[in-house]
Structure formats: structure tokens, C-alpha cells
């Protein structure tokens, strides 16, 4: 079965970089729409990045990028700051076509502890 695997977290002074990575743990002839979220110890799931949108707190410290085009996420995160931490999660989105089922596909996270 395909999972999602995220890995780079870590933990960093403010100020600093990290770049996360969020791939499918085996080749799938489907194609996937990636974003990531992220959860701060008390609060609720958040948005972060797609290909297509940034979440306004991470705006022009944050990007994304993709290897090769497909079924993959790199969030290159700079600027760092004590609110960016939490435990950062990629989800999947399976497109539907003929050959492929739609699905929801979440990673097990990966933590990002940002200090003062």
C-alpha cells in the first residue's frame, strides 16, 4: 500500500532553514495533488503550502518545489520563527481518472521545533 513519507524536520534556532521532503513510498501510475500542514501542540491542523497557494503566515518565507514533477513536495522553509513550531504533515490528494481511484492519503509527520 502507497504511504505518504515526510522527513527533515528538525529542531533550529530562530532565524534559521529547514527543508522538509514529502514523497509516496512507492511508484503509483496515478498522480497526486501534494500540500503541507502543519500542528501546533493545542491547536488545530493547518495549511501551509501547495503548488498553488501559501498559507499568509509563512508567506515569502516559505516555497515549495517538486523533484521531477510528480508525486513529491519540498518545503524549503526560512526565516524561522518560534510559531512555526509544530509537527508538519504532507497529505496526497489522488486525482481521479479511469485507472484510478480518488483517495486522501496523510504522512505521519514530521517535527519542526523553531527556539528563541
Known amino acids: 500500500q502507497v504511504q505518504v513519507v515526510e522527513s527533515g524536520g528538525d529542531a533550529v534556532r530562530t532565524g534559521g532553514s529547514l527543508r522538509l521532503t514529502c514523497r509516496l513510498s512507492?511508484?503509483?501510475?496515478?498522480?497526486?495533488?501534494m500540500s503541507w500542514y502543519r500542528q501546533a501542540p493545542g491547536k488545530e491542523r493547518e495549511f501551509v503550502a501547495s503548488?498553488?497557494a501559501v498559507a499568509e503566515s509563512v508567506k515569502g518565507r516559505f516555497a515549495v518545489s517538486q523533484d521531477n514533477g510528480r508525486n513529491t513536495l519540498n518545503l524549503q522553509m526560512a526565516s524561522l520563527k518560534p510559531e512555526d513550531t509544530g509537527m508538519y504533515y504532507c497529505?496526497?490528494?489522488?486525482?481521479?481518472?479511469?485507472?484510478?481511484?480518488?483517495?486522501?492519503?496523510w504522512g505521519q509527520g514530521t517535527q519542526v521545533t523553531i527556539s528563541s
Open positions: 497529505k496526497a490528494e489522488r486525482r481521479k481518472t479511469i485507472y484510478c481511484q480518488a483517495k486522501t492519503l
Open positions: 512507492a511508484y503509483i501510475n496515478c498522480d497526486h495533488d
Open positions: 503548488v498553488s
